[in-house]
Antibody
Framework: EVQPVESGGDLVPPGGSLRLSCAAS????????MTWVRQAPGMGLEWVAN????????YYLDSVKGRFTISRDNAKNSLFLQMDSLRIEDTAVYYC???????????WGQGTLVTVAS | DIQMTQSPSLLSASVGDRVTITCRAS??????LAWYQQRPGKAPKLLIY???SLEGGVPSRFSGSGSGTEFSLTISSLQPDDLATYYC??????????FGQGTKVEIK
């Protein structure tokens, strides 16, 4: 069964840092694009960043460029999101998902909650 | 950037009703549109991709149509299990992926 599992969410103060992880299983991780999508409390879905199979092609939402870094370790079937200079508006559940067929998110993790507050 | 607009924002219908949700793109996206279902407290689930292709394991009462800028998701006979928020998402540019604001489906 394809099942991404996120971890690393926490309560952090504004300006702080956090690193999210996503452990993938059930598919050949090293061959797939992966993505992060977030959902602020009571709000809709917002794509954050994605990365190609070998990590050489990366894209970000404008509002997180320069603050967030997506990366992967194919040997460990893991995806990461390093979040620096966190803002209150970054508060959300962060989902990792497989990004297939040119931009379709076909398998999602259960999400991890990031709360930015003082 | 492409904007995606869904309507209605809230839909209330009875079990067995046929319901349709509309998604409009601010510019042509060909058929590069997906639909997701998000049940309360759960992660989103892919229903439809390429505007009208049903994802494996998704009940056949769900269907999608449209191309260019106008798209729709139809549930042919609403079931209690369909209580959820539905999102459209474009993937035409290969870079930014934009979601609609969501349509909450309630059961009367």
């Amino acid at each position: 069964e394809v099942q991404p599992v996120e971890s690393g969410g926490d309560l952090v103060p504004p300006g702080g840092s956090l690193r999210l992880s996503c452990a993938a299983s059930g598919f050949t991780f090293s061959r797939e694009w992966m993505t992060w999508v977030r959902q602020a409390p009571g709000m809709g879905l917002e794509w954050v960043a994605n990365i190609n199979p070998d990590g050489s092609d990366i894209y970000y939402l404008d509002s997180v460029k320069g603050r967030f870094t997506i990366s992967r370790d194919n040997a460990k079937n893991s995806l990461f999101l390093q979040m620096d200079s966190l803002r209150i508006e970054d508060t959300a559940v962060y989902y990792c998902a497989r990004d297939s067929r040119g931009g379709v998110f076909d398998f999602w993790g259960q999400g991890t909650l990031v709360t930015v507050a003082s | 950037d492409i904007q995606m607009t869904q309507s209605p924002s809230l839909l209330s219908a009875s079990v067995g009703d046929r319901v349709t949700i509309t998604c409009r793109a601010s510019q042509s996206i060909s058929n590069r549109l997906a639909w997701y279902q998000q049940r309360p407290g759960k992660a989103p689930k892919l229903l439809i991709y390429k505007a009208s292709s049903l994802e494996g394991g998704v009940p056949s009462r769900f269907s999608g149509s449209g191309s260019g800028t106008e798209f729709s998701l139809t549930i042919s006979s609403l079931q209690p299990d369909d209580l959820a928020t539905y999102y459209c998402q474009e993937y035409s540019t290969g870079i930014l992926k934009t979601f609609g604001q969501g349509t909450k489906v309630e059961i009367k």
